[in-house]
């Protein structure tokens, strides 16, 4: 049987997964979700412990590609995907921090986006039919798509980044690929990308080219997302105990993964939602009214600077709820259930940068500032839990370190005095030759552009 997605919103037919891949957005605004979240009885899920990751990711994945993907070559797709390590680091007893920053680009992103490529040009070879991925990005997103792309065929890739407000290391993440990926420094903000990839997506004038945006709300960017928790926990339960897993979250694709492998299954007695100063989520839950955050605030950990997550609606979903991409509640989650799952605490850059120095002075763990807001919630959390009884083991407990320290060099050497260690995807980057184009702010000249690359 073939799994059914529908729209949050609730006004858009079912679709398939390809259609909702292709897709992303549903037509009327809304964020696809399976109709049925399949289960995985638990002891399958214990027998994971001795699966490669790809393996995991296969046994997860499948349950969504049934009639769709035959296993064989889903099972090419996860090993293709997944060649690089996934630590799991023990900081103190049983205090775990998951590193998912081993990927191409160090971040976590690469986990879905990799994936999410490779089943679009599955489906789109089904077809016989070509894609052009257009994105513009502030940073971090556009560079693991981009890697997740590259090379893919069937597939071009553009990708627009405000030529000002870069790093270099950022930067040269795109822009040393070539290929099928373009790469455009726009004399403007990051708005203002994505004000220009907006009008070329509704430009009749365009309408030869099939335009999809691949941004975090494509479902291709969830689902294998929720394989990471399902993995952390075989491996590290030890008589199926329940685990509090701690996320540090922006747009809540992240965790939307995690609620959906708990719902899969995944022994979870709570899930902790760290944001940084962008508070309007712990507000929601504790108050019930949902505020976003306009402009969101400016903080350290800066791919969480998110005043309104583009994946609420997602989460709203799961306990019932709708949320439209407004963030108006048309119809309200249940709060109790949502609070007895969820534990959400919001963490300012001066508690952000405290838990990167307590974990190194106390653990010798280094923390970049995405985990160390996952690793202080996690603190937070643990300590406004009633003392346990003498005899009674300590809970497990799993923080998300969402991209490695070496993106953030001059923090932490500010902060520890020491320079993190480049991981081999980063080292090399300085000396590879870089292509791009610059424009201008203006869309006309932006239309030529697709218009000379897309003949
Ligand atoms: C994107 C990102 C996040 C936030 O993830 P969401 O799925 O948007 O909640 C956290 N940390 C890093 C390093 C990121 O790049």
Redesign the pocket.
């Known amino acids: 049987m073939v799994a059914t997605l529908y729209s949050t919103n609730l006004r858009s037919p079912d679709v398939d997964l390809k259609g909702a891949l292709l897709q992303g957005q549903a037509p009327d605004k809304g964020l696809y979700m399976p109709r049925e979240i399949p289960q995985i009885p638990l002891d399958e899920i214990a027998e994971f412990r001795d699966k490669a990751y790809a393996e995991i990711a296969f046994a997860v994945l499948k349950r969504y590609t049934q009639g769709l993907i035959p296993d064989d070559d889903l099972m090419r797709l996860c090993t293709e995907c997944y060649n690089y390590d996934v630590p799991l680091e023990k900081v103190s007893d049983r205090n775990y921090l998951m590193r998912l920053d081993q990927g191409p680009t160090a ?3 690469d986990f879905a986006a990799r994936m999410m490529a490779r089943m679009m040009r599955y489906f789109l070879a089904q077809e016989g039919g070509e894609l052009a991925i257009l994105t513009a990005t502030s940073g ?2 556009g560079s ?1 798509v981009a890697h997740a792309f590259h090379n893919v065929d069937r597939i071009s890739m553009v990708v627009l980044f405000p030529i000002k407000e870069v790093s270099d290391r950022q930067r040269k993440q795109m822009t040393t690929l070539g290929g099928n990926v373009t790469v455009i420094g726009i004399d403007g903000q990051f708005d203002d990308c994505q004000a220009l990839v907006k009008r070329a997506f509704a430009d009749p004038e365009l309408k030869h080219i099939r335009f999809s945006s691949a941004n ?1 709300i494509n479902i291709g960017r969830l689902l294998p ?1 929720a394989v990471y928790y399902l993995y952390a926990w075989a491996r590290l339960q030890e008589n199926g105990e329940s685990a509090i897993i701690s ?10 993964g995690g609620l959906i492998a708990h719902r899969m299954g995944l022994p979870v007695s709570r899930f902790v939602i760290a944001t940084n100063a962008n508070d309007e989520f712990p507000k929601f839950v504790a108050t019930g009214r949902y505020e976003k955050i306009v402009p969101s605030r400016v903080c350290i ?1 800066n ?2 600077n ?1 005043g309104h ?3 609420l609606p997602r989460l709203v979903a799961l306990y019932g709820g709708v949320m439209d991409e407004q963030g108006k509640v048309e119809k309200e989650p249940d709060f109790a259930a949502m609070r007895g799952d969820i534990y959400s605490v919001s963490i300012n850059d001066e508690g952000t940068r405290k838990a990167i120095k307590d974990a190194w002075s106390g653990y010798k763990t280094m923390l ?1 500032p ?2 160390a807001v996952g690793w202080a919630g996690l603190q937070r959390y643990l300590s406004s839990l009633e003392p346990r009884n003498p005899g009674t083991p300590e809970p497990l407990a799993i923080s998300v370190e ?2 490695h320290p070496a ?1 953030f060099p001059e923090e932490i050497q500010r902060l520890l005095g020491v320079a993190p260690p480049l991981p081999p995807s980063l080292a090399g980057l300085d000396v590879k030759p870089e292509h791009y184009d610059k424009g201008p702010n203006d869309y006309s000249w932006f239309k030529e552009f697709l218009k000379r690359v897309f003949k």
């Open positions: 971040s976590f992103k971090d997103t693991a975090s997302q996320v540090p979250s922006g747009n809540f694709g992240d965790i939307c950990s791919a969480m998110v997550p583009s994946n970049e995405h985990g969402t991209a993106k």
